[in-house]
């Protein structure tokens, strides 16, 4: 081919690709010009917002302080320091008063002086320290497991473990009271979700029946003690179903390690079954063993996988030395002092017979170191947090969204610590003023929405 008809032939592809480009920029900006401009919200602007806006106004019309955000002056446990001020403290999750023990402090500051205060990497990279190596092999000790992993967050060690065993092809089953970290893990891995009724194992076979044949896996996923209702997960009829169907079962200690059994092992050792018979043991550290982070004990093939896959562990940073001690403090004094336990337990069982002696509605709770009071209505459940709090005792409210609207409560922690006059004054004053805003019909059923909203649009 000559030089002439080679730049003929250049020339003709330059112009066809110009082509090319100027209709697809044509459409382009045709597209562009027809296209709705679209307006994205402001935050200010949202639902969500309006009602917490809205619960705050219907506080300060009323009066009222915000319950929330309370700093605590020094370690709390059964008793605090806010404001200067002395209370007897329900909103601690110190459940066997361990959070300023001698052993817990003196293992915190030593390992302080040898690993210093971060990991200061993930572990897989650079941030492995001995210290960890030896809480976990702790942690799988009292479940009779073949290992366990740390992660820095309770809340991350959920969402990280869920995510890494589950996907589209699978199906994950939970109590409708499961907590809000399992459910953003359940999402995360992009498995199909269904749940069942609370603690309703009749139910969990019903959705089994109906769906167990269409998926790969499947994982069901309960807690020891449930932390907003305080009752038991059915650990027996759990395992007979699971021999039937072959899921995978996660059981969530966070709230029943150094509360169930007779050593403070958890629910397994309450039902005396043997912990084998669970695939997947979740906990966090900032409980009993007084620390911060969470846990996944089971077989050495499950550790590994999560080892490699989580990405909670494998891309966060590892747990800090001071509290990988503090949590093996915690752990061998629970070993060692189960009479701790049982204080607690004495003491939970006291709070909730004199509870109920006074009428108040425990709902489900067995008296278990969580012991709810339902009000009903937010505003009350706030109004009364607030007036035992000018009577120097410190408990929380949960309100909606947290709650659905008419279930709000006070939630009581109860801890070995506490001293029967601490019990029954609390349910003492907890009755008393709580049977003056009903006789009041103190909350948002008697306030007068119109004004509220008035009140929201000056806002």
């Keep these: 081919m000559d030089e002439s008809k080679r730049q003929f032939i250049l020339n003709r592809m330059k112009g066809m690709q110009k082509d090319v480009e100027d209709g697809r920029r044509t459409r382009t900006e045709q597209a562009a010009a027809q296209a709705p401009v679209r307006k994205q919200p402001r935050f200010e602007e949202l639902a969500e917002y309006k009602q917490v806006v809205m619960q705050q106004l219907a506080g300060r019309h009323l009066g009222m302080e915000n319950p929330f955000y309370r700093a ?58 001995t210290i960890h190596t030896v809480l976990e092999e702790k942690i799988a000790d009292v479940y009779d497991a ?24 699978d199906l994950v089953i939970h109590d409708e009271f499961i907590h809000n970290s399992a459910l953003a893990g359940i999402r995360l891995s992009g498995a199909t979700r269904r749940f069942f009724k609370h603690n309703d194992t009749a139910d969990l076979d019903r959705v089994l029946k109906t769906l167990a044949g269409d998926y790969e896996r499947i994982l069901v996923i309960v807690e020891g003690v449930y932390s907003m209702d305080g009752d038991i997960a059915d650990l027996p009829a759990l395992i007979r179903l699971k021999e039937q169907y072959g899921f995978w079962l996660m059981v969530d200690e966070a709230h029943s390690l150094g509360v169930l059994g ?3 092992r958890g629910v397994f050792e309450h039902f005396g079954i043997a912990a084998g018979e669970v695939d997947i043991w979740m906990g966090t550290l900032s409980k009993t063993s007084c620390s911060c982070g969470g846990y996944i004990a089971g077989s050495e093939a499950l550790i590994t996988l999560l080892k490699a896959q989580a990405g909670g562990f494998v891309y966060s940073v590892g747990l800090a030395p001071a509290l990988a001690a503090a949590a093996i403090a915690s752990l061998e004094i629970l070993k060692a ?18 509870a109920r002696e006074r009428g108040l509605d425990t709902g489900l709770s067995q008296g278990y170191s969580v012991v709810p009071v339902l009000v009903a209505d937010s505003l009350r459940a706030v109004q009364l947090s607030n007036e035992l709090h000018a009577d120097g005792i410190n408990v929380l409210p949960i309100i909606h969204p947290a709650v659905p609207e008419g279930l709000a409560r006070l939630r009581f922690f109860i801890t070995s610590a506490h001293t029967e006059e601490q019990i029954a004054r609390a349910v003492d004053r907890t009755a008393v003023i709580l049977g003056r805003l009903k006789q009041e019909n103190f909350g948002l059923a008697s306030f007068d929405a119109g004004q509220l909203m008035a009140l929201f649009a000056k806002s």
């Design 146 to 169: 073949q290992a366990a992993v740390c992660f820095v967050s309770g809340y991350l060690t959920n969402v990280a473990a869920i995510s890494s065993l589950v996907g589209p092809k």
């Design 262 to 264: 007779e050593t403070g």
């Design 72 to 129: 605590h002056e020094g370690a709390s446990g059964a008793t605090a320091q806010i404001g200067g001020r002395s209370f007897d403290n329900f909103a601690s999750y110190d459940y066997l008063g361990l959070n300023h023990h001698p052993k817990v402090l003196a293992r915190a500051a030593e390992a302080l002086q040898t690993f210093g205060v971060s990991a200061s990497a993930s572990r897989v990279v650079a941030g492995e320290r």
């Design 337 to 354: 002092e189960p009479e701790r336990t049982h204080q607690l337990r004495r003491n939970s069982h006291l709070f909730l017979e004199l």
